[in-house]
């Protein structure tokens, strides 16, 4: 039963392996987290017997990729149906690009399970504050990330103008020639001498050719 006695908050842990999400509650309350913890074998149960007591939920996914196609629609589904409670997955996994999914569905923190448990009970108290918490296991990779991105950035900047990218930013939504001139406040005649320019310095001949040397030279 979840506690109603006073102002005691309530930490939903949704884990499919009983064992651990047993012992999971045991030592969060032994390392400080003063929260009444109750437990779920899956999100699909605690949907089902969701109560306006619970102060956040936190979801071991273990070995389980986030990205999992059933994983990553259950979160988004909870996260659609409850869109102000705090979400927060716990994982095996450090993956930059699980990380980010996780992040983009909504949630709060996203804990790799190699981080100790005092770690574990100040993201959970960040996440129900109001905060994101991301391990720093996951940093390196998003420092490489944002240079890769950052040397990409410069390089186009080297091969097009500013008006040259709005023109491509254009082209990948598939616009056309007048709508590109309508949006941009140009002249179409303009846009046809833009386009012309950039694929001369892409060395393609069409527009689709744009689209698939950019995405070669850039994604």
Known sequence: MKSTFGTTRVLDI??????????????????????????????????AKYAEASSGVLINVGSHDVTEPHIEEE?????????????????????????LTAL????????????????C????SLALSGGIFISTESLPELRRLMSVADQQERKRAEIFTYREE????????????KIIAYELDLQESTVKVHIRNIMK??????????????NELFD
Do not use: Y
């Open 166 to 177: 709005d023109v491509i930013a254009m082209l990948k939504l598939g616009k056309a020639n």
């Open 14 to 47: 949704i884990d499919e392996r009983a064992l651990d999400r047993e012992c999971l509650s045991q030592s969060l309350v032994s390392h400080g987290l003063e929260m009444t913890i109750v437990l779920f074998n899956s999100i699909e149960t605690w949907m």
């Open 104 to 119: 983009e569905l909504g949630v709060r923190g996203f804990i790799p399970s190699a981080v100790g448990i005092a770690v």
């Open 201 to 214: 310095k892409l060395k393609v001949r069409n527009r689709t050719e744009v689209i698939f040397k950019l």
């Open 121 to 124: 009970v100040k993201a959970i």
């Open 75 to 99: 979160i988004r589904t909870l996260l659609t149906r409850f869109p102000d409670l705090p979400v927060i997955i716990l994982s095996d996994s450090h993956d930059l690009r699980q990380v």
